[in-house]
């Protein structure tokens, strides 16, 4: 089990919005910055979203994110068949002191 | 532009130890955190640990005891040492670059990862 819970997959149509969510605690999100990656098939992961809200330069504004109180959220509009992938949440856990991350999301763009 | 690559075997016996290396080019080791971060086949991600540059090192609390991260500044290499492996060991291992501070963990650079199997 994660310390960070995410749905284990989502869907939409092509050109379409969807949300992802991660939720975790005290100790974890509600405390810490929260960073998102993206893991293409046979790839490693890459960074999405660090410090709760900002993107690398490469990364589109297509690509979004926020956090309140102990849960996080990703956001991609503009669905392209190119962003079918597993996404992953990650933060650091002051009570475990380790860092910790979500089980993963599969989004399918249908 | 930072790049890492993981090496090591890919075959490891029950009960031996597991040792990767990470070989770190287009900049420099110093100034920076490192981590490990592993991948069992179907599942998420796990943080094995870290290690600045100078030496320091945390390691996930579940792992722990096995675990041994060091750093070699004069070949921009850091490695990892996993003892006592079992089945539970198999996974594909990640070495990364971590920006780590005060509430702030993420890995910025990933390499390519590495497939470790662990069987007689």
């Known amino acids: 089990q994660s310390v960070l819970t995410q749905p284990p997959s989502v869907s939409a149509a092509p050109g379409q919005k969807v949300t992802i969510s991660c939720s975790g605690s005290?100790?974890?999100?509600?405390?810490?910055?929260v960073s998102w990656y993206q893991q293409l098939p046979g790839t490693a992961p890459k960074l999405l979203i660090y410090?709760?809200?900002k993107r690398p330069s490469r990364i589109p504004d297509r690509f979004s994110a926020s956090t309140s109180g102990t849960s996080a959220t990703l956001g991609i509009t503009g669905l392209q068949t190119g962003d079918e992938a597993d996404y992953y949440c990650?933060?650091?856990?002051?009570?475990?002191?380790?860092?910790?991350f979500g089980g993963g999301t599969k989004l399918t763009v249908l | 532009q930072v790049q890492l690559q993981e090496s090591g075997p890919g075959l490891v016996k029950p009960s031996e130890t597991l040792s990767l290396i990470c070989s770190v080019s287009?900049?420099?080791?110093?100034?920076?955190?490192w981590s490990w971060i592993r991948q069992s086949p179907g599942k998420g991600l796990e943080w094995i640990g870290y290690?600045?540059?100078?030496?320091?090192?945390d390691y996930n609390p579940s792992l722990k005891s096995r675990v041994t991260l060091s750093v070699d500044t004069s070949k921009n290499q850091f490695s990892l040492r996993l003892r006592s492996v079992t089945a539970a060991d198999t996974a594909v291992y990640y070495c990364?670059?971590?920006?780590?501070?005060?509430?702030?963990?993420?890995?910025?650079?990933w390499g390519k990862g590495t497939t470790v199997t662990v069987s007689s």
């Open positions: 990364a670059r971590l920006r780590y501070i005060v509430r702030r963990f993420y890995v910025d650079v």
């Open positions: 287009g900049g420099p080791i110093s100034s920076y955190y």
């Open positions: 290690m600045y540059y100078s030496g320091a090192t």
């Open positions: 005290s100790s974890n999100i509600a405390n810490n910055y």
């Open positions: 410090d709760n809200n």
């Open positions: 990650g933060t650091w856990d002051s009570s475990l002191s380790a860092g910790v």
